[in-house]
């Protein structure tokens, strides 16, 4: 098993990124194009805590390397099942994901954490991702380890730009919704 | 928004995020937890898309993955 892990701070508020997050995977994202979909399977909240609890299935379409898809066959298109979980009193997002598609070969686990900094909690926001990665194919040593070497690279790299692309819908978001609230205004 | 896995509920997909993200910023955060106007348009927006995930398969898919899932479930839906 590898373990990738990345943290960063994004400057805008807990509120607008967790509002932001929902559209991640949009038009406004050009840097993470091997996101094909995002659908919502289900959705509720919690009575007693107001936890937010939401499926989703993700679809990606990426290159994956010549010799992993010989190896195992498939085909491009992968999907990825999410849970997360908003805490709207502590202040917390928890998204949990793992991997559909060729589960039988590879496990891929991540949760990503997104909650108000500590040193600045009203205008910046924490993201925490943790992604444990396990070739399950039986067999070689070499070639599991081959398999995880090949998967955190996959890992980082995606994690980056999905960082670049975020930073451009929140922007965006910003902007849009103070447009919106200028009109608003000026029709009173 | 993303676009939904079958392009014949791409529409009715985009009217149910539309709604999400409205009641998500003006309500749910707020602490309005409870109101659900965006339910009717979900339910539309599940019928197309399970009958799609069921001729793809997936159902069988997300069905074993929730199996797995549901030790791990409890600790996150509880509040630390």
Known sequence: ???????????????EVSTANWRKYCPWNDKSTHVVAVDTLSRTVDLDTGIL????????????PQWVLSLFGGSATSHVYEISYVDP????????????????VLKVQET???????STPTSTTSFNQEAKIT???GGWQKIKNKVEEASVERFSQNAKRGKEGFEAVLEMSRRV??????NENSKI | MAASIAPECNDIKEKYDTCFL???SEKYLRGNTTSNECEELFSKYKSCLNKVLKEKGIDQMLEDARKSNSEVESEYIRRT
């Open chain 1, 1 to 15: 098993m590898r373990v990738f892990s990345s943290t960063c701070t994004f400057d805008y508020s807990w509120e």
């Open chain 1, 53 to 64: 609890r939401t499926e989703r299935l993700i679809t990606c379409n990426q290159s994956v």
């Open chain 1, 89 to 104: 009193i502590s202040k917390r997002v928890t998204m949990c994901s793992s991997n559909l598609t060729w589960s039988n």
């Open chain 1, 112 to 118: 990503v954490i997104y909650r108000p900094s500590p």
């Open chain 1, 135 to 137: 070739a399950l194919c």
């Open chain 1, 177 to 182: 919704f103070g447009e919106q609230r200028e």
């Open chain 2, 22 to 24: 409205k009641w998500y």
